[in-house]
């Protein structure tokens, strides 16, 4: 088979390809991009591989960066662009089930196909177009089929981050997984419990912002993955019904966490600690903190003046989108509308300050202070109370007087 047109992002390498070749070196377009231009989709990064050993890569361009070198990478800038350049490797006794021991340089193309992990994942194009297909992937891409290459049991036992990036490319792509494939997860999916959670996070986020969660989902409950990944143990029958909500793609990460931990009902206590064991980012824990509480409400309920101002605009948006997931009607442009007419955005926009209080009011320093100033402001947002010092401090006033007599703790 022969692309006829090669996509864009593949012409912008294509002088990379060209000088490799004709300084006696082979060079392919690789990976991913290759895999994503037969299936028409859009693609992110552009890989090339090559024969030349990474000193000889950087000998033949000006500028490079050694980003992997101990892999082979040699990342290649030009004026457009950055590219990564590898050299064909194999990859040998694995004794960790994860990394390599030592990668080898070849200059055989078959060599560096075989190590890979799918047949769709193994193709390689030339510079003229020729698709290279050693290990049947086109027939593969065409009855959207995953299959490892060679032997799924050794592959998967060699590096069993590969049962993850199998499920997570079956919530992508829609793919069935090959039965000895999923037989090969099924028994070995013990040993992902010596994966980095940075790596397997990788992969379950995409697992769960695919396309095809439904499918990708099942596989990873029916495989029985889960019960090596973090804190998912007792909450196959959450994930499962997480599998089945209708909707589009999740489109962010924030939202998917969102999502599962509203079907798992993870306490919310739990959340934190839940998402730290998975090594979410912080704005990641942050976020899903919020959103899971807003979301449970907002299912029942309309935003208040008062839940929008404190949840914030682009996460109340992010809360309402979801309704779809429960077969609900957001309500986009009412948020937007509610959140510019709030009389205050955020405790700056208060004319009176924690100073302020503190030399007005005859009282040590404390916890008072923040008090005081939450009620002001759920006053000021509920429209109860002008945001002008004079009623501000009458407020304050009545606000402590009660505190002290026992009205309010
Ligand atoms: P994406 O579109 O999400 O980037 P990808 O297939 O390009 O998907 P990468 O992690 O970018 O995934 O890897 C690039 C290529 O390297 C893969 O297509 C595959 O050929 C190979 N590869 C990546 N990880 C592994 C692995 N763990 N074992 C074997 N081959 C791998
Ligand atoms: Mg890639």
């Excluded at 040993?191 to 396309?211: D, P, Q, T, Y």
């Excluded at 969660?213 to 495989?223: H, I, K, L, T």
């Excluded at 959103?291 to 948006?317: C, D, F, H, S």
């Excluded at 759920?378 to 945001?387: H, R």
Aim: with cysteine; aromatic share 10%; proline share 4%.
């Amino acid at each position: 088979m022969k692309l006829e047109n090669l996509p864009l992002e593949f012409q912008g390498a294509m002088p990379i390809l060209r000088k490799l070749q004709e300084a006696g070196y082979e060079a392919y377009y690789v990976g991913g991009s290759v895999r994503d231009i037969l299936l028409n989709k859009p693609i992110h990064d552009v890989d090339i591989a090559t024969s030349a050993f990474p000193a000889e890569v950087k000998a033949l361009f000006r500028k490079t960066i050694d980003v992997g070198i101990q892999h082979g990478t040699v990342m290649v800038i030009t004026k457009e662009e950055t590219y990564e350049v590898t050299t064909f490797r194999t990859e040998s006794t694995y004794q960790d089930y994860r990394r390599p021991d030592h990668v080898e340089f070849v200059r055989s193309l078959k060599e560096d196909l075989k190590r890979r992990d799918f047949t769709i994942n193994a193709l390689a194009v030339g510079i003229n177009g020729e698709v290279i297909d050693l290990f049947d992937g086109l027939n593969d891409l065409r009855n959207k089929v995953l299959r490892a290459v060679g032997n799924p049991y050794e592959r998967f036992h060699e590096d069993a981050l590969r049962m993850m990036r199998a499920l997570r490319f079956v919530s992508q792509l829609g793919f069935n997984l090959q039965r000895e494939t999923f037989d090969a997860i099924s028994e070995y999916h013990s040993l992902l419990a010596k994966i980095s959670v940075e790596r397997i996070n990788m992969e379950f986020v995409k697992l769960l912002m695919g396309s095809f969660r439904q499918a990708g989902m099942r596989s990873f409950v029916e495989s029985e993955c889960y019960i090596y990944c973090p804190g998912l143990r007792a909450y196959g029958e959450g994930l499962l019904s997480f599998a089945e909500l209708v909707g589009p793609a999740i489109p962010l990460e924030s939202q998917a966490w969102t999502l599962l931990i509203d079907q798992i009902h993870l306490p919310e206590d739990k959340i934190r600690s839940f998402l730290k064991e998975w090594k979410c980012s912080n704005q990641v824990i942050k976020d899903v903190q919020q959103m899971v509480p807003a979301l449970k409400y907002r299912k029942e309920n309309e935003w208040t003046a008062w839940k929008l101002y404190q949840i914030g605009r682009e996460l109340a948006l992010s809360v309402d989108y979801l309704l779809y997931y429960f077969d609900q009607t957001p309500n986009l442009s009412k948020i937007r509308m509610m959140y510019q007419t709030l009389p205050i955005h955020s405790l700056k926009d208060v004319v009176i300050k924690g100073n302020d209080l503190f030399s007005l009011f005859d009282r040590p320093k404390g916890p008072w202070i923040n008090e005081v100033l939450r009620a002001i402001e759920k006053g000021i947002v509920e429209g109860e109370l002008k945001n002008q010092e004079k009623s501000l401090i009458q407020f304050a006033q009545k606000y402590l007087e009660e505190v002290d007599n026992g009205k309010i703790d």
